[in-house]
């Protein structure tokens, strides 16, 4: 890290330099919803005799820069908004904010819209406040109306990019519940960025960033939440919000209480094919899955002036889970019945998780400065009882007994500073990881083990960016340094001790042509494999089929080229990615028994994948359509039964959303989905469609409100994947309880939101703990 610490020596002195040679005066224009403000005119006039100096406008983001070192009075126009005179030295003290004019034209009405979907800068932005998105719930049915992004039953996920980094007001999103807790009449906009640049973590494929409407009035707030769902069983979640707000301290608090009760059948099929015989294996699965989780949040925010402000949040979670399988498998041997086996297994799960985050921001003169400090402890507890019966042997009954520690120690520098016609920022990031894994297998056919990873994570980052006008670039460049030690039985194995070195460099152009706006942008990142993928435990399924970690995992890089388009209410977005060393589940024989499969990760050979995403969004007055086409197509081929077998065909997604504005300001939506078959990695997905009906109404200006949801009322959102490498084939259809029925209350008295500014140091390590 000597030479990256000299880098940063020599940008500030560079900066310095830059800064004497040239004053550059630097703002940016918003209006009174802080949504940028675009061709707003800026005239510098003198300060003695009002005669004009230079002038310039604004951009989509609503950025200018004056390349004057005098200072005096800046004038700024733009049409439907009052003028303001502004003086150059209060430029850099925050945002200037411009208020709609209050002339009106006798029997003259102007109305004026903006797209609901817009490029700015790095991301792709959809409009909520004041639009029909405002009325469709939660923060997390909003983001499945919001291109380019879909819900399922993992979470949010970006086509093309898996699953995104999601940031609230600049704070990292902790879990998905977050986004429940927030209305979406609350939210601003959503901001989704497709190529992050250097000054996120090289692992982040990909961003989305909600801002809310800024909050108004001091005081206590409250804000509380019930709600009551139906599936096979009842499930609900309680959750109260305290914000108490005065001059410039902000303290705030919550706690949820989450309840839910899952069942599923899955049933699988499994042909092995070796040079003597067929072994054929059925399979069904009925489980039930008890979830509990218990959740507090404490924080406090002071801010000292426009310029200043700190604060420090703890975060803490309890989740007991308790799992019950019953299975029954049938075993062939070239067609021939082997072996019936039933399985009875239940499991208890406990974990809990402690967070301590605090952060500084600051603006001295025209330099910004983010800190951010994190501490993460998590624990976690899993035991097995498993009794199995078959007939071509005597009974299995036996206990495991697994025992997870992990620490994270984290931070995050960043700085800021104009630079000619734009800025630049640059910092770095530390990480410190200590995880341990202990498991007792309870049987003498799988073996115990005990092991302990430590690995520190250091970066470096720099990221210039320009504006031309309408025109904008940006450049980027990351590196990262991750030494990681991995010990067994106390041992240190020198085979899976791992040292990188790896440099990320990104780049944006942001350009008009015509009325189109158009962005090319390129990004290198990382994926690095998940602790409990290096694990080396087994875990037992049942007699056949096991499960365990590869601590011989390699990180995977990704290549993005990406073009998106923008016109009114038409976008288009295509991407190339080249993918090396990808993380693939592969199914292998277990020791030296061709009847009994592994399932564990490996890296697969490098690829190239295609993906084009094209979203509509107009509007016909009180209807509200939007309609969303996907398609990606992989070029991956594996080896199969000693010959070549291609993985390409590709897999399209369609979105058909419809909001409708029904009587007494009330809401009805109407949202359709449907995959069809295709190729990701080496599986073969089967299609599938669903139908989501919900209703939307408030009252007392926003006070009370009730969401009644529906969600796949037809039932047909069917899991179903055939995995195929080697010598194996796998075929499995999971059922679960995608149909659910739910009503959802909100009450919020003099309702504010937290002015928490930290963003989160070390995030992608925290999700691979």
């Known amino acids: 890290m000597i030479w990256v610490n000299k880098i940063l020596i020599v940008l500030c002195l560079f900066l310095i330099s830059a800064r004497s040679q040239a004053q550059n005066i630097v703002g940016h224009v918003e209006d009174d919803t802080r949504a940028p403000i675009e061709f707003a005119n800026i005239v510098l006039l003198s300060q003695k005799d009002s005669t004009y100096i230079t002038g310039t406008v604004s951009d989509s983001a609503g950025k200018f820069t004056l390349p004057s070192g005098k200072n005096g009075v800046l004038h700024i126009t733009c049409m439907g908004y009052r003028p303001l005179y502004v003086q150059s030295r209060e430029v850099l003290k925050g945002a200037i904010v411009m208020y709609p004019s209050e002339n009106a034209l006798s029997e003259v009405v102007v109305k004026g819209s903006r797209p609901l979907v817009r490029m700015k800068d790095d991301a792709l932005v959809t409009s909520v406040q004041g639009t029909y998105l405002a009325k469709v ?81 001091e005081g206590l707030a409250v804000d509380s939440r019930t709600m009551v769902g139906l599936k096979r069983y009842l499930y609900g979640i309680e959750e109260l919000n305290l914000n108490y707000r005065k001059n410039g301290l902000d303290v705030f608090g919550m706690v949820e209480y989450d309840k839910d009760k899952e069942w599923q059948t899955i049933t699988t099929t499994q042909d092995v094919y070796t040079s003597n015989y067929l072994f054929h294996q059925n399979n069904i699965d009925h489980r039930s899955q008890r979830n509990q989780v218990y959740t507090t949040k404490i924080g406090a925010n002071f801010t000292f002036n426009e310029h200043h402000s700190l604060g420090a949040i703890y975060d803490f979670s309890y989740k007991p889970v308790k799992v019950s399988d019953k299975a029954f498998t049938e075993m062939l041997k070239d067609n021939v019945l082997a072996d019936n086996v039933n399985d009875e297994n239940l499991s208890n799960n406990r974990s809990n998780r402690h967070l301590l985050s605090g952060y500084y921001t600051g603006q001295l003169k025209d330099w910004s400065v983010n800190l951010n400090t994190d501490a993460l402890w998590t624990n976690e507890h899993r035991t097995q009882r498993i009794s199995e019966t078959a007939s071509a042997d005597t009974v299995r009954a036996f206990a495991t007994g697994n025992r997870v520690c992990s620490k994270l120690y984290a931070a995050k520098l960043e700085v800021g500073h104009p630079l000619w016609k734009g800025d630049i920022s640059f910092g770095s990031e530390w990480s410190f990881i200590r995880r341990s894994d202990v498991y007792d297998s309870g049987a003498s056919y799988i073996a115990n083990s005990d092991t302990k990873q430590k690995e520190d994570n250091k970066a470096g980052f720099v990221e210039l960016t320009q504006h031309w006008g309408k025109i904008m670039a940006s450049l980027g460049l990351r590196y990262e340094h991750t030494s990681s030690r991995y010990y067994s039985q106390g041992k240190k194995q020198k085979e899976q001790c791992r040292t990188y070195n790896n440099i990320f460099p990104s780049a944006m152009l942001l350009m008009p042509i015509g009325n189109t706006r158009i962005r090319l942008s390129y990004s290198k990142k990382v994926t690095r494999p998940a602790f409990s993928q290096l694990s080396s435990n087994v875990q037992y399924i049942n007699r056949y089929t096991y499960q365990s970690g590869n601590p011989n995992l390699q990180p995977s890089f990704r290549d993005y080229v990406e073009f998106t388009a923008s016109y009114k209410w038409f976008t288009l977005m295509s991407d190339y990615t080249h993918t090396s060393g990808y993380i693939m589940s592969v199914y292998t024989q277990y020791l030296n028994n061709p009847e009994i499969s592994l399932l564990q990760k490996q890296n697969a050979k490098s690829f190239n994948e295609l993906s084009t995403m094209v979203n509509v969004a107009p509007s016909f007055g009180i209807y509200h359509p939007s309609l969303m086409a996907a398609i990606n197509k992989q070029f991956f081929n594996i080896t199969f039964l000693g010959k070549p077998t291609n993985m390409d065909k590709p897999i399209g997604v369609f979105r058909f959303n419809n909001a409708i504005n029904t009587p007494f300001d009330s809401w009805l939506n109407v949202d359709m989905s449907w995959r069809t078959n295709g190729h990701t990695e080496n599986m073969y997905l089967h299609g599938s469609w669903q139908l989501n009906l919900g209703f939307y109404k408030s009252f007392n200006k926003d006070r009370w409100s009730i969401k009644v949801q529906c969600n796949d009322i037809c039932k047909t959102a069917k899991s179903q994947v055939t995995l195929t490498n080697d010598i194996r084939q796998i075929h499995l259809t999971k059922n679960i309880d995608t149909r659910n029925f739910s009503v959802t209350i909100r009450y919020r008295f003099n309702a504010t939101e937290s002015k928490y500014k930290g963003t989160g140091a070390a995030e992608e390590d925290k999700n691979r703990l």
């Open 137 to 217: 719930g939660t923060a997390y049915d909003l983001l499945d109306q919001i291109p380019g992004v879909v819900k399922n039953t993992d979470g949010i996920e970006v086509i093309g990019k898996g699953t995104p980094l999601i940031y609230i007001n600049g704070r990292l999103m902790r879990n998905l519940s977050e986004l429940d807790q927030l209305a979406s009449s609350q939210v601003q906009d959503v901001e989704v960025i497709r190529t992050p640049g250097a000054k996120y973590d090289a692992t982040a494929n990909a961003i989305i960033r909600i801002k809310t409407v800024k909050p108004a009035g």
